[in-house]
């Protein structure tokens, strides 16, 4: 069978083009492609990505575990010990490193792996027309000829022209810096015309602020406009806090690393030994001090705290949010769906003088069943209203719609029935329907006074009014004025009941919340009381306008309730939090909390919110539950911690074992180890690591917001290294003066000593409390005993201990080596004491 022909790509000015040239262009039709074309399509031009899906993520994993300069390094040095016939030392350190690098394949594989199914779940989906079907798939499965639905709430997966349209603004201002949404209409732009000009085409990476639409897909991937744009900006992420830490805290280490093996080469050199046997010391010595399973810890540490997550109801878009998780100490949360049950009923439908009334019902029923912008829990109640009350549609015709946006914050529809002028029946927020009435100050004031006891209630209020007009094409926002004040409709939204035990629980873990709505400050009042909030410390979306930024930066912090604020605002309260020091979660789902969610250390949405929000976040709840998230920061604390505490403990072990053998190298007659047994000690001791993932956390750790501090760690690798140093100087004098041991005995006694020391204090320090009181996690607890006994094995046993080197050791001088190890122990238990105090 012929392979199909490649479809004739669209002309390069394709939104100069109509609609149904293109689609002829495109081999497509109205009804969209068949699944056949499409994936026929898909194959030969590749995923509607601005990056490749991953490719030889095996592969990929595997290489990367041998580009760290520091294994190279080591590579080279098992090359010259061939070169120079010594086989015992190249066998074993090519064994080690391939033993870390498998290691560190396998755990970041299976992590990877683990990501990657989460992040299956969180995929961006289009509603695309496929075989004259309308279904939810995956954007990356879109194709140029693919007709997609658009509507309020969604991102624009790729980039195409309109061919229908219904009052379609689309907020483009990433690509073309516009501040406010701009309106789309079928037809054609001209060839030259500028990217915010071209009023009939639609860019990948914009947003749909109200109104609906159908789209024929012309470009896909990196054809698109946005990939033209950034494509240099691709895979560079901003760097978080965590990562900034740990870059900075590799730098200190490369700088010891470097010292060391300056130091160690002149010593040598200078005490004339054998120039590779130095080189392939001083490695060996800089190996040992960098915790080289650092980024497969990391990577573990991560992916398992995602699962964790994913079990408690949290999925995870950005692994490093895990991380940041942990250090929230400010969270910003709407009131509806959160804090509230979010399912909206209505509770009374009055007229303008609040008497109930059955028209303003009819009315409102009708403002709801027609608007066809943002899907909202408001229309829904409406328009279930209007059902149990037999209310219906007929006779009216829509002529058209003025949408809802942010700033005049109501909606407008015309409807017209035989034989009379048009209506337009227009609702929304209380104070911006009455900016558009015909109304007097006593009016204005009665109504207002109406909302607040209402609202003093919990009961959420929006206006209506109406007017006739003259029959025309098009209705605009001018058309909004002279208007009749109807009445109003009042919903009930009750409290969750478990609210106010969530905010304790999160107070509990140094997690302070704050308020942030668009109702009425009494609604929002009513229910900060209800829920344990402050309800008298409250800031008005007015009073923010009017505060220069100095004066929010510390009002920002006193304030448990923000109301009646704008979508902006609420991006200004979360750099407010930030610039006082704090790290701030923001939890929003719906269109206009997408600014927010970008600026928050923290963004959370929910599992359905609208797109936009969504794609915005780094961390997506399963249900709008403040409980849930309540468990994701036990969650994201608990992985902080065992990810510090792999850096704090092996740093602080190595850096202490490393100096002593750099400080007893010129004062001995022999290196302290070889390069061989130097890495072999590294490794078994970092084995346990690979169980710190899995560890217990202490429960104060878990009350803490968990922040990167490079001092407190220099501080902490100081004073446990210095520790470690001085009994390993008194282990050297114990060996050479006390015991005169050869040098296959003292590299034996010392390789056990190290050893041991290192298993030991990772029980120590593993905990800021009594080491006896902290059980360790299962896996932790076993790897730690397998390794020491693995030590005493390949010290003890002669043909293993004679193939490394290493001579028997009398039993007196097991015992000193056994209270060493006991006294090292007792000692850093004390002085961890006191450094945590």
């Known amino acids: 069978m012929d392979t199909p022909p490649e479809t004739t790509p669209p002309p390069e000015a394709w939104w100069a083009q109509d609609a149904g040239a293109l689609l002829a262009a495109l081999e497509s039709r109205a009804e969209g492609l068949d699944d056949a074309e499409a994936a026929r399509r898909l194959a030969s031009r590749g995923p509607n990505s601005l990056q490749r899906g991953p490719t030889h993520v095996v592969l990929r994993l595997a290489l990367r575990q041998f580009t760290n300069p520091l294994v190279l390094i080591l590579v080279v040095g098992a090359l010259l010990s061939m070169l120079l016939q010594d086989w015992a030392d190249a066998v074993l350190i090519l064994l080690i490193v391939v033993a870390s690098a498998g290691l560190g394949f396998a755990q970041e594989l299976r992590a990877s792996r683990a990501v990657e199914a989460l992040q299956r779940r969180l995929a961006l989906t289009a509603r695309v027309c496929r075989g004259g079907q309308v279904r939810t798939l995956p954007a990356a499965g879109l194709v140029p000829g693919d007709v997609l639905e658009l509507a309020a709430g969604h991102l624009v997966p790729a980039d195409g022209v309109l061919l229908s349209a219904t009052d379609f603004l689309v907020n483009q201002a990433s690509l073309t810096g516009e501040s406010l949404p701009v309106e789309k209409r079928p037809g054609r732009s001209a060839a030259d015309a500028a990217l915010a000009e071209r009023h009939n085409a639609l860019f990948a990476g914009s947003s749909v602020r109200s109104g609906q639409a159908r789209v024929l897909v012309v470009r896909t991937g990196a054809g698109t406009v946005l990939a033209g744009l950034s494509g240099h900006l691709l895979g560079n992420e901003p760097e978080t806090e965590f990562e900034r830490g740990l870059r900075h805290f590799g730098l200190l280490l490369l700088r010891l690393m470097l010292l060391v093996v300056i130091v160690v080469l002149v010593a040598n050199q200078l005490l004339g030994r054998p120039v590779v046997e130095s080189l392939l010391f001083a490695v060996a010595l800089a190996v040992g001090l960098s915790p080289e399973l650092l980024p497969a810890i990391v990577s573990v540490s991560l992916a398992r705290g995602a699962l964790r997550l994913a079990r408690a109801g949290v999925l995870v878009r950005r692994l490093d949010a895990i991380e940041d998780l942990g250090g929230m100490d400010r969270l910003l949360t709407d009131k509806t769906g959160t804090l509230t049950e979010g399912t909206l009923a209505l509770a ?77 029946v227009t609702k929304g927020a209380v104070p911006q329907v009455l900016d558009a009435c015909a109304i007097d100050a006593a009016g204005r004031a ?322 800021a409390g009594p080491a006896w009181r902290s059980r360790p996690g299962r896996g932790l607890a076993i790897t730690t005993v397998a390794v020491a006994a693995a030590s005493v094995l390949l010290v003890a046993w002669p043909p293993l201990a004679g193939l490394l080197g290493f001579a028997p050791l009398p039993g007196t001088l097991w015992a000193v080596l056994l209270a060493i190890v006991l006294a090292y122990v007792t000692a850093t238990e004390l002085a961890k004491r006191r450094f945590f105090s």
Not at 366 to 382: C, K, V
Not at 408 to 422: F, I, K, N, S, Y
Not at 666 to 671: M, R
């Open 348 to 424: 009374a439908t009055v007229d303008a003088a609040a008497r109930p009334s059955d028209e303003v019902l009819r009315l409102a029923h009708l403002n709801a069943a027609f608007e066809t912008g943002i899907d909202n829990p408001i229309d829904q109640a409406l328009v279930e209203a209007g059902r149990r009350a037999g209310l219906s549609t007929a006779p009216w015709r829509k002529l058209d719609e003025i949408p809802y946006d942010f700033v005049r914050r109501r909606l407008t529809v015309v409807l017209e029935r035989d034989g009379e002028a048009p209506l337009l």
């Open 446 to 767: 009665a109504a207002e006074a109406f909302v607040q006891q209402q609202g003093e209630q919990g009961l959420r209020v929006l206006a209506l009014a109406t007017t006739r007009a003259p029959r025309r094409d098009n209705y605009t926002v001018a058309d909004e004025h002279g208007l009749e004040l109807a009445g109003f409709v009042c919903f009930h939204d009750p409290v969750k009941p478990d609210a106010a035990a969530t905010l304790q629980a999160l107070a509990r873990r140094g997690v302070r919340v704050a308020m942030v709505t668009g109702d009425n400050r009494h609604v929002a009042a009513r229910v900060a009381a209800q829920v344990g909030l402050d309800a008298t410390a409250l800031l008005t979306g007015a009073r923010i306008a009017g505060l220069r930024d100095e004066a929010l930066w510390h009002l920002a912090e006193r304030t448990h309730v923000f109301a009646e604020v704008e979508p902006a605002q609420k991006e200004r309260i979360v750099r407010a939090l930030q610039h006082r020091g704090h790290a701030v979660g923001f939890l929003g789902d719906g269109i206009n909390d997408a600014p927010a969610l970008h600026a928050a250390d923290v963004g959370i949405s929910v599992e359905h919110a609208v797109d936009v929000a969504r794609e915005s976040a780094d961390l997506v709840l399963l249900r709008a539950d403040l409980g849930v998230l309540e468990r994701g920061i036990a969650e994201g604390r608990r992985t902080f911690a065992n990810t510090l505490k792999y850096i704090q403990i092996t740093t602080s072990a190595n850096f202490g074992n490393m100096v002593s053998m750099a400080i007893a190298t010129p004062l001995l007659p022999f290196l302290p180890l070889t390069a061989g047994q130097i890495l072999l000690n590294n490794f078994l001791s970092d084995l346990p690591s690979l169980a710190i993932a899995t560890d217990r956390v202490d429960a104060p750790a878990l009350r803490r917001a968990g922040r990167w501090d490079l001092a407190a760690l220099r501080r902490f690798m100081l004073l446990f290294g210095a520790i470690s140093s001085l009994f390993d100087l008194l282990t050297f004098w114990l060996l050479v003066r006390v015991f005169a041991v050869a040098q296959p005995a003292f590299h034996a006694a010392w390789f056990l000593v190290s050893l041991l020391t290192e298993l030991a204090v990772v029980m120590v320090l593993r905990t």
